[in-house]
């Protein structure tokens, strides 16, 4: 499948959710036999962990369809890197969708700024180059440290050598950013 149509059929499945109108493909114990072997997932889907973005119910699809990586504010480090590495690599997946979202409780620790407790500061410290950004535009900083955000982790996935860089070079991978909306449901593409 192609990145324009692993895109498509991920938007017509938002289509669906946001409608009520959902299929939840690839659910059956069929479907279970028949991914025991292998999978072939046609889409990376990098998203935050919050619990209200599910990327198999929002996108409507079901068991091997779509290979998924969350980690709050889609933070990144070499162990989320060699997960997408591997679904580019191995999996030959060629769409990488990185999905901010809505009121997003890591940005809007970054946003807040302080010193986070434990291990959740190597969080807040991997997005505050988002909201320095986003601190000189206008508009409302933490909706925008979330796109920003979204759009740096694009370019670093599309700049990560030699697996995804080498990918995208060749035109065997697209990355794309997105952005989730609570209220309605939607996943609208990034500029």
Do not use: W
């Amino acid at each position: 499948m192609t990145a324009e149509q692993a895109l498509r059929k991920l938007l017509e499945g938002n289509g669906r959710f946001v409608s009520g109108n959902v299929t939840h493909p690839n659910q059956s114990a069929e479907r279970r036999a028949g991914v025991i072997s292998a999978q072939h997932p046609f889409a990376v889907i990098v998203s935050c962990s919050d619990s209200r973005i599910p990327p198999e119910i929002i996108f409507d699809q079901g068991i091997g369809d779509i290979f998924v990586i969350r980690t709050a504010g889609e933070s990144m480090d070499s162990a989320t890197l060699g997960t997408i590495e591997y679904a580019i690599e191995h999996l030959n997946a060629s769409l990488i969708v990185v999905l901010g979202h809505d009121n997003c409780g890591a940005v809007k620790a970054a946003v807040t700024g302080g010193e986070a407790p434990g291990h959740i500061n190597y969080l807040v410290e991997a997005i505050k180059p988002a909201v320095d950004k986003a601190k000189g535009m206008s508009g409302d900083i933490l909706n925008n440290s979330i796109d920003v955000n979204t759009r740096d982790i694009v370019a670093q996935l599309g700049s990560t050598k030699p697996i995804l860089f080498e990918a995208v070079k060749e035109g065997k991978l697209k990355i794309v950013g997105a952005r989730y909306h609570l209220d309605t449901g939607r996943v609208d593409l990034l500029e």
